[in-house]
């Protein structure tokens, strides 16, 4: 016990300071949220099905905001939403995504949906990586969404009428600041597959991060040259979004890496469409108070202000040199995490992004 007490008393400075810094970093977060002024918006006498894609993080920020938006709204699995609908009657028959876990008879059920009078829309959100997929989905629907700004032409030109951009949002029910315990604590965190853009990345930073804490997290890790040197940094397998979020909160920095568009680099992008739109990581990754530095897409500064409440890198020398640079800065850090904490909770939310597509929906005031 003595030789215990001795050896608290020598080093107490890191855990001391590791722990002010974590009281710092969440009461800032609780300050800000405190900050962003109440949206209050009208409920509309509509009736909707939501049809949801199995993935809880856009699923749930979707289905809640129907709920705040609308009289009244179901959700309905893929494989029933025919008979929920003529059961419900619904104004909208709103489909995530229309991939994965829908079934063959998918287009099917809407055809025979539409038949029924009930309008019908698809919100695509991972184009373009599957539009050899999707350009053919959208051809049975009223209206489409696509998350991805260059994929607008392409269902225009495939024949739908209605086509709008509309970028992805952070579920704040999911995505928020959270106290972490030391577990969570990282200098450096990525979480996603490796896709090979992000393997080279990877590759280029080894030496680099040798003498740091980092945690990379995903499938697919054993395709890095330098495996052996990063394995004991790589957790394999799936996170479930839920358990992302203390990883975000606890890390340093968390760098987010867009995935590859190319046709061939796991993707079903025959035509080559170029990625544009920012990912759902992007504000997920912001909406929980977390300091981010992402690869650069053409739309980014629409939505976030590089330098102000967000970081950018062009290639891994770049990166490197970023994350030297901001591990030294943790005050100037924590504020751009902070301000790109107030940015999302107060204009990216599912709560804004729903309005927007029901007024899409229903500009001619159809019900």
């Not at 995504?97 to 038949?115: C, G, K, T, W």
């Not at 970023?322 to 940015?343: C, D, G, H, S």
Request: net charge negative.
């Amino acid at each position: 016990m003595k030789s215990l007490m001795n050896e608290m008393a020598n080093a107490p400075g890191e855990a001391y300071q590791a722990g002010y810094n974590e009281g710092y970093r969440f009461g800032g977060c609780r300050a800000v949220l405190d900050r962003i002024p109440a949206v209050s918006r009208e409920k509309r006498g509509w009736r909707v099905l939501y049809v949801p894609q199995g993935f809880e993080a856009i699923d749930g920020g979707v289905a809640a905001a129907l709920q705040e938006a609308v009289h009244e709204s179901r959700v309905a699995s893929p494989e029933t939403m025919l008979q929920e609908a003529e059961q419900f009657r619904p104004d909208l028959v709103l489909v995530m995504n229309a991939l994965h876990v829908f079934p063959a008879d998918h287009a099917e059920q809407i055809s025979r949906i539409r038949e029924m009078g009930m309008r019908t829309a698809v919100w695509f959100v991972d184009d373009p990586y599957f539009t050899d997929d999707t350009r053919n989905l959208s051809l049975f629907y009223d209206v489409v969404f696509t998350h991805e700004m260059e994929c607008v032409s392409l269902y225009r030109d495939a024949g739908c009428r209605e086509v709008h951009y509309l970028p992805l949002a952070a579920n704040p029910q999911v995505f928020r600041p959270v106290r972490t315990g030391p577990e969570h604590r990282f200098d450096v965190c990525f979480i996603g597959n490796a896709f090979w853009n992000r393997v080279e990345l990877f590759d280029h930073l080894t030496e680099f991060l040798q003498d740091k804490k980092v945690l990379i997290a995903g499938g697919y890790w054993e395709r890095l040259t330098n495996y052996d040197r990063l394995a004991r940094f790589i957790r394999p397998g799936w996170i479930p979004p839920e358990e992302t979020v203390p990883y975000y909160n606890g890390s340093k920095i968390v760098i987010n890496i867009h995935r590859p568009t190319l046709t061939g680099q796991d993707n079903r992008n025959g035509l080559n469409i170029t990625g544009g739109s920012i990912n759902p990581r992007t504000y997920e990754i912001a909406a929980c108070g977390a300091f981010q530095i992402t690869d650069v897409r053409s739309d980014l500064t629409s939505y976030y202000h590089p330098g102000d409440d967000i970081e950018t890198f062009r290639d891994a020398a770049e990166l490197r040199d970023k994350i030297a640079y901001y591990l030294e800065r943790e005050q100037e850090r924590q504020q751009i995490a902070w301000r790109a904490l107030w940015t999302t909770r107060r204009d990216h939310t599912f709560g804004d992004r729903i309005g927007r597509l029901l007024e899409a929906v229903f500009a001619d005031g159809s019900r």
